[in-house]
């Protein structure tokens, strides 16, 4: 092992030991950690983020519905087995009952004894298989609540993820429509060069809605102008009816 290889490893431990061991390394770890969380809160509110998140949650939800599903197929089928045994079962016992009254009235105790034997592994293995169907079939009832249970999940997950992406993309397209227009609002009075000086102001209320505003400095020096000449006019006439002796 070389030097280097040494100094390496020893750097490497030192830095792990500080990370692991010491509040400078907590610190660091917690605010690693929050960097991660607060950017995976903000991929999560984007509709790609929001997206991903669902995929993954209904690929689990899939997968777990399909394997509910596969063992409920298991159970019905193992429950069809089953009765398709117990129903062979009591034809069988059907025919040693006939097989030992047969015996009977014959006088045949050994054969009679024989086919009671018979009776009994036949009685034996009925129960079994009753247990077996009554287990089966409360283990069906519950697995069918499981997979509708995930069925239904899996429906409600799909619908919230369109509502929650269509919500998010609204939301952004909204917030990209406001930004385009205050762009182009900057630009128009870029290329006006802040001619409006006015400043229009709706607020007045009168058993409706009443729009009032405030005249811009161009308005009022318009009106000035006008008032101006108005003067210039009258003046001109009085000058006018004088030279001619009216008054």
Same mark, same amino acid.
């Given at each position: 092992?070389?030097?280097?290889?040494?100094?390496?490893?020893?750097?490497?431990?030192?830095?792990?030991?500080?990370?692991?061991?010491?509040?400078?390394?907590?610190?660091?770890?917690?605010?690693?950690?929050?960097?991660?969380?607060?950017?995976?809160?903000?991929?999560?509110?984007?509709?790609?983020?929001?997206?991903?998140?669902?995929?993954?949650?209904?690929?689990?939800?899939?997968?777990?519905?399909?394997?509910?599903?596969?063992?409920?197929?298991?159970?019905?089928?193992?429950?069809?087995?089953? @009765? =398709?045994?117990?129903? &062979? %079962?009591?034809?069988? !016992?059907?025919?040693?009952?006939?097989?030992? $009254?047969?015996? *009977? /009235?014959?006088?045949?105790?050994?054969?009679?004894?024989?086919?009671?034997?018979?009776?009994?592994?036949?009685?034996?293995?009925?129960?079994?298989?009753?247990?077996?169907?009554?287990?089966?079939?409360?283990?069906?009832?519950?697995?069918?609540?499981?997979?509708?249970?995930?069925?239904?999940?899996?429906?409600?997950?799909?619908?919230?993820? @369109? =509502?929650?992406?269509? &919500? %998010?993309?609204?939301? !952004?397209?909204?917030?990209?429509?406001?930004? $385009?227009?205050? *762009? /182009?609002?900057?630009?128009?009075?870029?290329?006006?060069?802040?001619?409006?000086?006015?400043?229009?102001?709706?607020?007045?209320?009168?058993?409706?809605?009443?729009?009032?505003?405030?005249?811009?400095?161009?308005?009022?020096?318009?009106?000035?102008?006008?008032?101006?000449?108005?003067?210039?006019?009258?003046?001109?006439?009085?000058?006018?009816?004088?030279?001619?002796?009216?008054?």
């Amino acid at each position: 092992m070389t030097f280097a290889t040494v100094l390496l490893l020893l750097t490497v431990g030192i830095v792990g030991g500080i990370l692991l061991f010491t509040k400078i390394g907590k610190r660091i770890r917690l605010r690693a950690t929050g960097t991660i969380n607060e950017k995976l809160s903000e991929d999560a509110s984007t509709p790609e983020g929001a997206k991903a998140y669902f995929n993954a949650a209904i690929e689990k939800k899939e997968e777990d519905y399909s394997k509910a599903s596969a063992n409920y197929s298991q159970i019905l089928g193992k429950l069809s087995a089953f @009765e =398709k045994d117990l129903r &062979t %079962l009591q034809k069988d !016992e059907m025919k040693v009952n006939m097989d030992i $009254d047969s015996c *009977v /009235s014959r006088g045949d105790d050994e054969g009679a004894k024989t086919y009671l034997k018979m009776q009994q592994e036949i009685t034996d293995k009925m129960e079994v298989l009753k247990e077996g169907i009554k287990d089966l079939k409360e283990n069906e009832r519950l697995q069918k609540e499981t997979v509708d249970k995930l069925y239904d999940d899996l429906a409600q997950l799909k619908a919230e993820k @369109e =509502k929650t992406v269509f &919500t %998010l993309e609204t939301v !952004e397209a909204t917030k990209s429509l406001k930004a $385009d227009t205050t *762009v /182009s609002s900057n630009e128009e009075d870029k290329m006006l060069e802040k001619v409006r000086d006015g400043v229009r102001k709706a607020r007045e209320e009168s058993e409706g809605n009443r729009i009032a505003y405030e005249n811009s400095a161009s308005v009022q020096k318009k009106r000035l102008d006008k008032k101006m000449k108005d003067e210039e006019i009258n003046k001109k006439l009085a000058e006018l009816k004088a030279k001619k002796g009216m008054k």
